[in-house]
């Protein structure tokens, strides 16, 4: 590489850190650079900032990533490294971020006060979390729980839970795996019980378009199999333009030659279920998305939008 520093970029928390670490260690592993050669550099961002709000009341996903965006278009840095599930929908201009890590396990997990699962918690019982999605499915699963707003990075989120502000708390596996939490896990589900949320346990590198050498240098750590079932599941996303509002599970899998995506949308109160599944040749990656997501529009009748 004719470039002497390569500087990544990610939030500065302690999960985003180690996903930067991951993305630095497989750059080394295939460039030739020495370790001082490249250098991460952690950004407080706004969604870090806010902790009593849903990220919707406050401008969605990209509070967790456009201060690192603009970052890298003013050339502060040359990687953005980020949480795909915490990626807007739309490319930001200027922006390729089409470059992934082997996914990580894309599975929830419940985390309980008293070492439940959750078909043992009470009537009544307080789950944590931020997201409407997670919030309807797991009240498909369990009717008579509550859901109670919950914000922070994950060793607050526990540390609230053993406070008692909450009974259970649902959480991805991907972040607990990496924080070598998994002492912590009470119940995993499978992915037809709660589906993900797009691009969940995907790691996602991001660089300027026209940075020819930085493209090049992703392009190689880029895993061809997390590629397809990331695009795969954004592009339901893009279809029906969802933001934190949007409560939509999507998820991927290759299996042989093929490619098999569930995607499921509730409505905004979450009283309507919408639901497909759909498998074609691996081939065609680029297009399962778009055919499930135009069905589950079509089928929601716009009732998941304000």
């Not at 930001?92 to 990580?104: A, D, I, P, Q, Y």
Request: proline share 1%; with cysteine; net charge positive.
């Amino acid at each position: 590489m004719k470039k002497k520093k390569i500087i990544i970029g990610s939030r500065n928390s302690k999960l985003a850190l180690i996903y930067a670490q991951k993305v630095k260690d497989k750059i080394l592993n295939i460039s030739g650079l020495q370790d001082d050669q490249i250098i991460i550099k952690g950004f407080v961002t706004k969604g870090d900032q806010v902790h009593n709000k849903r990220l919707s009341d406050v401008g969605g996903k990209g509070l967790f990533s456009k201060n690192i965006e603009k970052e890298l278009l003013e050339g502060n840095i040359d990687i953005a490294v980020h949480a795909l599930k915490d990626m807007p929908a739309a490319e930001t201009e200027g922006l390729l971020s089409n470059f992934f890590l082997k996914r990580n396990d894309a599975r929830e997990i419940l985390i309980s006060k008293d070492k439940n699962k959750l078909k043992d918690l009470k009537p009544q019982s307080i789950i944590g979390t931020s997201s409407l999605r997670r919030e309807f499915q797991i009240k498909k699963l369990k009717k008579d729980i509550s859901c109670k707003l919950i914000r922070g990075n994950v060793d607050t989120r526990i540390k609230k839970l053993k406070d008692g502000l909450y009974d259970a708390i649902i959480l991805s596996l991907a972040g607990i795996e990496s924080l070598k939490l998994e002492k912590e896990v009470d119940q995993i589900f499978l992915t037809s019980e709660i589906i993900p949320s797009a691009g969940q346990g995907v790691i996602s590198a991001q660089c300027k378009k026209n940075h020819e050498e930085i493209v090049k240098l992703l392009d190689r750590i880029n895993d061809s199999d997390t590629f397809k079932c990331a695009i795969a599941e954004r592009d339901v996303l893009k279809v029906l333009e969802g933001d934190c509002e949007t409560a939509i599970g999507a998820h991927a899998e290759l299996k042989q030659n093929e490619i098999i995506l569930e995607a499921e949308l509730f409505s905004l109160d979450g009283s309507q279920r919408f639901y497909e599944k759909l498998s074609k040749d691996k081939k065609d990656f680029d297009k399962i998305g778009l055919e499930i997501g135009k069905s589950l529009k079509n089928k929601s009748k716009g009732s998941y939008k304000k």
